[in-house]
């Protein structure tokens, strides 16, 4: 007891210092989305490696899991080639050969590395970095073409993704049915719950509708998830709606990480047209 | 027994200034003078370490709330409170020991004081920046904003410097 009162006595300095520093950084980290982002992937770069370790193991126990999932997909994706074959048999398609010699999105499997779900602002890690040609801005979804987020930064092997389940993400959507768009963001009340708002009134929107992606970051027909309850605001000016997310957040694993060859084209003329 | 009168006015002096007129000045991107960790740097050699720890919690605070750091300024001093020591003896071979550090830094010459609290400022803008831009893309510029800034912040803060130890001396 005596030696570890002495011990206590000689570190406590230590101890306090690294305490108030850990909050300091705490509080800065969490002043922009920016400098959460930042830091979280400097931090990852080094504990990424020890995380990715961890997960590697896991990952070794849920291979089977992952072939059938996988083996799902080569099938979907061959069904899917042959009716294009199918439809261009004997008739030039223009537009199905343009795409297959230059496709616009580019597809790069990754794996999570660490996330969290149980915050008002989450944060997803992935095992590509810049080194394997991630950037900011790139669109993230599942296998089973749901999305999950956004990239919002990058290290040299890592990247940090701003999924659905944080209060600050924002992206179009659109309901499959009827082409109305919309704006989707998570207020943070349910991790199995997006809120789509700014709907019109004539949107009809009705429970089950399925509600895609719009943005220029991700090609058409990502889903973000089924209308699950839909009210008329006060003023009867715009729906809003709750989404039931498509996704399970819960168990991400294997993920696609979108890149839009265009993108930055689009950005450009967006820029180009708002400075008019 | 230290000045502690000198040291308030020191203390006072530096955060207005450092407040109302440096954080105001837009030289340029790479020039960005800050006077406050004179005041970790001129405390008494002879304080226990938690009494400076203490203290550059205070003034970071203050900082944060003063100019919206949001904690930046806090953790860029904290460290200082740690290493203020070690930086001592890495810059001018001098140690602190116990009993008669009350006016190490009156007795130290204009060379030692320089250099300890050139290297002081020096850590501290190192630490300070790389926080601030958490980016090595533009490195030079990141390079030629510490080293600018330590330079003109020691130009600044030189005067005070010997002010107050000429003060603590005198006193």
Redesign the interface.
């Given at each position: 007891m005596h030696r570890l009162i002495e011990f206590i006595k000689r570190i406590?300095?230590?101890v306090?210092?690294i305490f108030?520093?850990g909050?300091?950084?705490?509080?800065?980290a969490?002043?922009?989305p920016?400098?959460e982002a930042?830091?979280l992937s400097?931090t990852t770069a080094v504990g990424g490696a020890i995380s990715g370790a961890i997960t590697d193991v896991g990952h070794f126990f849920s291979l089977p899991e992952q072939n059938r999932t996988l083996v799902a997909r080569v099938a979907e994706l061959n069904e899917l080639l042959q009716s294009r074959e199918d439809v261009t048999e004997g008739v030039v398609a223009d537009s199905l050969l343009h795409v297959n010699d230059d496709p616009q999105f580019r597809y790069r499997a990754a794996r999570v590395v660490s996330m969290t779900t149980n915050r008002r602002r989450n944060y997803i890690v992935l095992d590509r970095g810049a080194e394997d040609g991630i950037a900011k801005d790139m669109g993230v979804i599942t296998p089973q073409n749901e999305l999950v987020g956004y990239v919002v930064s990058c290290s040299e092997h890592y990247c940090v993704v701003q999924p659905m389940l944080n209060t600050e993400f924002s992206t179009g959507g659109r309901l499959v049915d009827n082409n109305h768009v919309c704006v989707i963001r998570w207020s943070g009340a349910s991790k199995y719950e997006m809120e789509a708002v700014e709907l019109s009134v004539y949107s009809e929107p009705r429970k089950g509708m399925e509600v895609e992606v719009r943005s220029e970051r991700l090609p058409a027909g990502v889903l973000i998830g089924t209308i699950e309850d839909f009210e008329l605001n006060s003023a009867k000016s715009a729906y809003s709606a709750t989404i039931s997310i498509a996704a399970d957040m819960s168990s991400l694993d294997n993920l696609l990480i979108v890149e839009n060859r265009h993108y930055g084209e689009l950005q450009m003329l967006i820029e180009q047209n708002e400075q008019r | 027994m230290f000045k502690n009168i000198a040291y308030f006015w020191m203390t006072l002096a530096v955060l207005l200034l450092d407040i109302f007129i440096l954080n105001q000045l837009s030289i340029a991107m790479w020039l960005r003078p800050m006077l406050f960790p004179l005041i970790v740097v001129l405390l008494p050699m002879e304080w226990r370490?938690?009494w400076v720890?203490i203290t550059s919690?205070v003034v970071?605070l203050i900082m944060d709330m003063s100019l919206g750091?949001?904690?930046?300024y806090?953790?860029t001093l904290?460290?200082m409170?740690?290493m203020r020591r070690t930086i001592l003896f890495v810059t001018t071979g001098r140690s602190v020991e116990a009993g008669d550090q009350s006016s190490l830094l009156s007795r130290m010459s204009l060379r030692q004081l320089m250099i300890y609290v050139g290297g002081m400022l020096f850590v501290h803008h190192t630490l300070f920046f790389i926080?601030e831009a958490?980016?090595f893309g533009a490195l030079l510029q990141l390079i030629a904003t510490i080293i600018f800034s330590t330079l003109l912040s020691l130009l600044i803060a030189w005067p005070i410097v010997r002010l107050f130890t000429s003060k603590i001396v005198t006193k």
């Open positions: 406590y300095v230590l306090i210092f108030v520093e909050i300091a950084l705490w509080t800065y969490s002043s922009s920016y400098t930042r830091l400097r | 370490t938690i720890l919690l970071g750091g949001a904690g930046l806090t953790a904290l460290p409170a740690i926080l958490l980016s």
